[in-house]
């Protein structure tokens, strides 16, 4: 699976023609849902889509700051395999194609209401009451970033629970102009928490091997006094007491 990222002057005839095929296809044909997809706001947006061998699989648009509105916005979100993962995968990738290249701090989305849990999930808060579109029930939805996390492969300031899960953070490859929101997707788990070991398992070691380590120690002190015949050095010898006494 391949994740390509363009500005709508850089998308080739072949892309665009794609996209507005597969858009189609899922908003008018699959929805049963007449209605004008193409709006003007596809020039002024950043078209995020993930594609194999059979074309493209996952796609959405992010529109730039005060073109559709005051901030980011996130639209045309659609995935054409169900429940494996690439409606989450999109939506991090439009998140963060959002932030590197739009420089945005707040993205809203007009969410279908039956995929509320999917951004809920994500970070998404419902900011509006339910309303009708096309036919289909709707609610707005917006996210703000937390500028106290980073990224750590990029340094980056990326919210925490935007970050892919940890099973879907090895998908490759990536395309040339998608470097960053590959390495977002890979390698941006955040945590500043360390493993712990349990306890139990140092006392358990030490009680086990620290006799065995005080004898060889003790033998070991032995063997150096003998063989530098210095029997009346005191501090090795009070050691040695030491140490059999233990």
């Known amino acids: 699976m391949e994740l390509v990222i363009k500005k709508y002057q850089e998308l080739t005839l072949d892309e665009l023609y794609e996209i507005l095929k597969v858009r189609a296809e899922v908003f008018v044909v699959e929805?049963?849902?007449v209605?004008?997809?193409m709006d003007d706001f596809d020039q002024c947006a950043v078209h995020v889509f993930l594609r194999d061998d059979d074309g493209i699989q996952a796609y959405l648009r992010v529109i730039e700051p005060g073109k559709?509105?005051?901030d980011a916005a996130i639209g045309r979100v659609l995935s054409k395999k169900r429940r494996c993962?690439?409606?989450t995968e999109i939506v991090y990738a439009g998140i963060e194609a959002a932030k590197s290249r739009?420089?945005?701090s707040k993205i809203r989305i007009a969410a279908q209401t039956y995929v509320r849990s999917l951004y809920e999930n994500i970070g998404f808060k419902q900011s509006s009451e339910e309303f009708m579109e096309d036919g289909i029930p709707h609610i707005e939805m917006i996210t703000e970033y937390r500028s106290e996390e980073f990224s750590v492969n990029t340094g980056r300031r990326i919210p925490v629970r935007f970050t892919a899960p940890s099973h879907r953070r090895n998908w490759l490859p990536c395309s040339g102009q998608s470097n960053s929101v590959c390495r977002f997707l890979k390698y941006s788990k955040v945590t500043k928490q360390k493993?712990?070991?349990p306890a139990k398992h140092f006392s358990w070691a030490a009680a086990f091997f620290t006799p065995f380590l005080l004898s060889a120690l003790g033998m070991h002190l032995r063997f150096l006094c003998i063989k530098r015949k210095n029997t009346d050095n005191t501090k090795q010898t009070h050691l040695i007491h030491f140490i059999?006494?233990?």
Do not use: I, P, R, T
Request: proline share 0%.
């Open 195 to 197: 493993a712990a070991v």
């Open 85 to 87: 993962g690439l409606g």
């Open 244 to 246: 059999f006494s233990l």
């Open 31 to 33: 929805q049963h849902c």
């Open 102 to 104: 739009m420089h945005a």
């Open 68 to 70: 559709a509105g005051e």
């Open 35 to 37: 209605y004008q997809d």
